[in-house]
């Protein structure tokens, strides 16, 4: 058994050697690989007098993620939706929601394609992050091939990585966002990581 682990490690370790990240490629800052840190990025592709980012967490209060300047007159008290974007499990504070109020009205923001088209436009590198991770991809900033990035006129790219299964294997990926249509591109660079066991992340 510790001969396989052994093995596995140091083929492990020959494939991380072999992914080249180029040298235009610059770090992704530590704190970005932590989501909730990513909502106050968010240039929404429309003008809201208000948004709020929210859990589906019974606590009103513990509920509130991130939200914009609001107007002192202004409350939004409407319950949370049944479904969310990023389900990490079953109940209690397990999704998150955006919540924005246009011309009096209030606007839900509940699955992936809704988040995206909320934020539209690719403004800056907090945002590409959250449309790769609409697409299942994570940041991990202790890799260069798992948290690098580099900005262009038309495009960000992102070495990211998609984490499946049970021994869990993680693959990484080269993400090629378009800035204005969000359209994603995605090629490997295969399998660096599969665990022993069935333990979480």
């Not at 049970?166 to 090629?176: A, R």
Request: include cysteine.
């Amino acid at each position: 058994m510790k001969s396989i682990i052994a093995f596995s490690l140091i083929i492990s370790n020959l494939f991380m050697a072999q992914i080249k990240v180029p040298d235009d490629y610059k770090k992704i800052p530590d704190i970005l690989d932590t989501v909730d840190y990513l909502y106050p990025f968010i240039v929404p592709d429309k003008e809201y007098e208000y948004w709020r980012v929210l859990t589906n967490d019974t606590d009103p209060d513990k509920a509130i993620v991130y939200e914009s300047q609001a107007p002192d007159f202004m409350t939004i008290n409407d319950p949370a939706p049944e479904q969310g974007f990023f389900q990490k499990c079953i109940g209690n504070n397990c999704f998150s929601y955006i919540l924005a109020c246009k011309k009096d009205r209030s606007i839900y923001f509940s699955n992936e394609q809704q988040l995206r088209d909320f934020i539209g436009t690719i403004d800056n590198l907090p945002e590409a992050i959250l449309i790769a991770k609409t697409y299942g991809y994570s940041i991990d900033t202790n890799n260069r091939f798992t948290g690098s990035y580099k900005i262009e006129n038309q495009h960000i790219s992102l070495y990211a990585f998609k984490a499946k299964g049970c021994p869990v294997t993680k693959e990484s990926f080269l993400i090629k966002i378009n800035r204005k249509t969000g359209k994603l591109e995605a090629k490997s660079n295969g399998i660096y990581s599969k665990s022993e066991d069935c333990s979480t992340l």
